[in-house]
């Protein structure tokens, strides 16, 4: 297949994506991966279903995450709030907290207000639907079909990138992504079973995560290789195609060190919404596509002060962004007018501070150091 499929190529797929299930759920038998989230094999044989609440949490935070990444964080989370109900009723500061870090911060506070949904509008029970798993509070179609297979047993496809991987190759379909989504969810959806739909679409992430691997897929090892048209064709390490990808722009800010007499730091809350919402930062001015004048920077430090600006820049890329940041140090001379919250240097660690702002920290403290 090169392109989108005629009526006649969908039959052929849906004949084929019958024969796929079967081959794909005697390998996960064998090979599942053992995550901490997961149920073991014996007690999936003696068909017990995985708590809802682990793998919801965990599939939050998996989006766009890896597995590596994830692990502490979920046992964190689990040993701190093992149930749903500890979840809701824990302060969103403290699930701020032990989420940073861990980065695309809106799905912290997310998590937070849907075990609060569920909570409070569903007598703490996860919802066993696609349907209504996909109403709650930051549950998108990915989590939604992976909450309802997996923990329900429901015959839902989730499809991420591991997936579109596996399936583009196995239908050989050339078309670049984004483009291809909408098909290649259509074939992720004819190949899942009625039967074990759960252990399926675990056997898929775990295909796309082991064995067909981005650029080296590993096709003496797959179980469906037999059934693979991109394997045939003799391209799969070249699947799936992508549309050019647009460049990032860059943002410029200034962060303002300020220090009071007792060598506290000057932190802030940002907005509830948007980028890092509610997350604390060290203050600073917008972050904007033109460099910073010395005098328009100074008119939006928290504080008066003698700014000094430290060598270097602080480097972060978001997902749409790349930002650069320069950091300003000071003494607040009238500590008692700023805006935000003293923090002694050593309590700093526990501040729900992301990753950009711990590395204007890291920045910060050897710059000074370097400097006195
Ligand atoms: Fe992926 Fe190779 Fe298996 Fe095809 S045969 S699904 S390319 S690992």
Redesign the pocket.
Known sequence: MTGFASGEARSRDSAKAATVAPALLAWYDRHARALPWRIGPAERAAGRRPDPYRVWLSEIMLQQTTTAAVAPYFQTFVERWPTLGDLAAAPLDAVLGAWAGLGYYARARNLHACARAVEDEHDGRFPDTEAALAALPGIGPYPAAAVAAIAFDRPAAPVDGNVE??VA??FDVEVPLPGAKPELRRLAADLAPRRRPGDFAQAMMD?GAT???PRR???E?????E?????AAGR??E?PRRAPKKQRPTRRGVAFWTLDAEGAVLLRRRAESGLLGGMMEVPGTEWRAEPWAADEASAQAPVRADWTPLPGLVRHTFTHFHLELSVWAGQASAPDRADGRWVALDALGTQALPSVMRKVIRHALKQRAALS
């Open positions: 991987r596996v190759r196995l295909l064995v067909c691997l897929p590993r096709c090892a797959c179980p469906v290789a059934r693979c048209a991109a394997r799969a390490g699947l």
